[in-house]
């Protein structure tokens, strides 16, 4: 059975930094690009940012090019996004999202999510 | 490449066929996903490729289009699709969604 298990979100103040988590299992992890994917409260589904199986291509959304880091460890099944300069258009619940190939496929799988609220 | 869905909502009932329609404004040939996503739930893949169905979604789902023009068809609807559903294309970076489409069962 496919799991992702999101974490590391939480209060942060503009300016702030943090590292979001999620913890991949039930599939081969390095076989498959993941993305990240969030939602601002109310509001509707924003993608974030994506990393090849292999972690050699990455590509960002233009809201967090410069400001986000996405990257994986295969060798722990784990997927990272680092946010720095957080702003407080950045509140959002953050998913990490399994895709069903490569790059250019849907998301198959999603993590329940996990809260980045950005205030002072 | 924007995907604009419409309506961004609608009303209906029990055993009702249900079409909703998602445009993008230049070609993606079939990259084109659907989503539905319940209150507090993470979105739920439920088809892919513009027509292939996920597996376990029920075949009362469907979708067709290509290239601009993409539809989501519910052929007979159950209270359990009251829920908010969502495309996406998956042509080209930045991937975009549509804003959504909120569907309330009467």
């Known amino acids: 059975e496919v799991q992702l298990l999101e974490s590391g979100g939480g209060l942060v103040q503009p300016g702030g930094s943090l590292r979001l988590s999620c913890a991949a299992s039930?599939?081969?992890?390095?076989?498959?690009?993941m993305s990240w994917v969030r939602q601002a409260p109310g509001k509707g589904l924003e993608w974030v940012s994506d990393?090849?199986?292999?972690?050699?291509?990455?590509y960002y959304a233009d809201s967090v090019k410069g400001r986000f880091t996405i990257s994986r460890d295969n060798s722990k099944n784990t997927l990272y996004l680092q946010m720095k300069s957080l702003r407080a258009e950045d509140t959002a619940a953050y998913y990490c999202?399994?895709?069903?190939?490569?790059?250019?496929?849907?998301?198959?799988?999603w993590g329940q999510g996990t809260l980045v609220t950005v205030s002072s | 490449i924007q995907t604009t869905q419409s309506p961004s909502s609608l009303s209906a009932s029990v055993g009702d066929r249900v079409t909703i329609t998602c445009r993008a404004s230049?070609?993606?040939?079939?990259?084109l996903n659907w989503y539905q996503q319940k209150p507090g739930k993470a979105p739920k893949l439920l088809i892919y490729?513009?027509?292939s169905l996920q597996s376990g979604v029920p075949s009362r789902f469907s979708g067709s289009g290509s290239g601009t023009d993409f539809t989501l068809t519910i052929s007979r609807l159950q209270p359990e699709d009251s829920a908010t559903y969502y495309c996406?294309?998956?042509?080209?970076?930045?991937?975009?969604f549509g804003q959504g489409t909120k569907l309330e069962i009467k």
């Open positions: 999202a399994k895709k069903i190939g490569g790059i250019s496929s849907g998301f198959d799988y």
């Open positions: 039930g599939f081969t992890f390095s076989s498959y690009a």
């Open positions: 990393i090849s199986g292999g972690g050699d291509s990455t």
């Open positions: 230049q070609g993606i040939a079939s990259y």
């Open positions: 490729a513009a027509s």
């Open positions: 996406q294309q998956s042509y080209s970076i930045p991937l975009t």
